[in-house]
């Protein structure tokens, strides 16, 4: 298992519960070799993965969406947007900055642009950048990112990415959103708790991917206690909520009935101040 390979597992989730993600256009991801993957992920992590993923897409595209109708537009800057599709979600006085590895962005890029030309995307002002970011200084991701915005208020998404970095790249990811962002902006962010790893279920996910990494992506395991977010400078933590207190909202038919027995993600929104 390669680290984008997650990309086109949760998008491919997102496309299994449309009516929750409210991603309509994530199917466009799904690809066979995907869909051998996931039932065996499934069985042998958590059953409840693919409703947990599109309840955590639900939560940012609702909280994006009245962030950008509350001020007429602005810019998503998505960092490690994978194969999420908000832009096209979004309306059309959103800019979106996608920011990932290399091959995911190629990747996407030829494809979504292929697909606004068949009429399958609508035309969204996107903006494509390649950027590592365990191997990028703090000034050169500033550099690259700050000439990119042309439209402000900004909401920077984390999404699905803190779990595979260190603390010295998280550090300087909050470093350049810290830079980049004006009082007012807000960030998206995703993490696990530190009390997860104690459960089975996490256990098992870092038995999965400890015997199908077949890389020598550098991958950490990392998970963020709320102190982190109340602590974070410059960033006041406006909303938290974990994905069962999201499944009780959005899903009550879906029965997850214990915290502990799920891979309970945990998302945070921050205003700049
Ligand atoms: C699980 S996927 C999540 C994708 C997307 N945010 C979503 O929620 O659908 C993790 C993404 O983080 C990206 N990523 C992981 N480590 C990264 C790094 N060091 N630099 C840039 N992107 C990274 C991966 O390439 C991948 O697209």
């Known amino acids: 298992m390669q680290i984008h390979e997650t990309a086109f597992i949760v998008s491919t989730y997102r496309s299994y519960h449309q009516e929750l993600s409210k991603d309509i256009y994530a199917r466009l991801w799904n690809n066979p070799n995907?869909?051998?993957?996931?039932?065996?992920?499934?069985?042998?992590?958590?059953?409840?993965?693919?409703?947990?993923?599109?309840?955590?897409?639900?939560?940012?595209?609702?909280?994006?969406?009245?962030?950008?109708?509350?001020?007429?537009?602005?810019?998503?800057?998505?960092?490690?947007?994978?194969?999420?599709?908000?832009?096209?979600?979004?309306?059309?006085t959103v800019d979106t900055i996608e920011i990932d590895k290399k091959d995911i962005i190629a990747y996407k890029k030829e494809k979504t642009m292929h697909w606004i030309r068949e009429g399958k995307l609508p035309q969204r002002d996107i903006q494509y950048t390649a950027i590592d970011f365990n191997n990028s200084s703090e000034q050169d991701i500033h550099t690259t990112i700050q000439p990119m915005i042309h439209k402000t208020p900004t909401f920077i998404l984390l999404e699905g990415v803190l779990f595979f970095l260190g603390p010295d790249t998280t550090h300087k990811l909050w470093n350049i959103f810290k830079e980049i962002q004006s009082k007012g902006d807000l960030v998206g962010s995703v993490s696990y708790i530190p009390e997860i790893e104690n459960t089975d279920v996490y256990k098992r996910l870092l038995h999965y991917f400890d015997t199908h990494n077949d890389t020598d992506d550098p991958f950490y395991h990392q998970t963020l206690p709320h102190s982190f977010y109340e602590n974070l400078d410059r960033y006041q933590l406006k909303k938290h909520i974990d994905e069962f207190d999201l499944s009780k909202i959005y899903a009550p038919d879906a029965e997850i009935r214990d915290r502990t027995q799920i891979l309970n993600e945990h998302m945070y929104i921050l205003q700049k101040s």
């Open 34 to 92: 995907t869909d051998l993957l996931i039932p065996s992920i499934l069985e042998s992590i958590s059953k409840d993965e693919a409703i947990l993923h599109s309840l955590r897409n639900r939560f940012f595209y609702e909280q994006m969406y009245a962030f950008f109708s509350k001020n007429n537009g602005g810019t998503l800057i998505n960092f490690g947007a994978g194969f999420s599709m908000y832009p096209f979600l979004l309306n059309n």
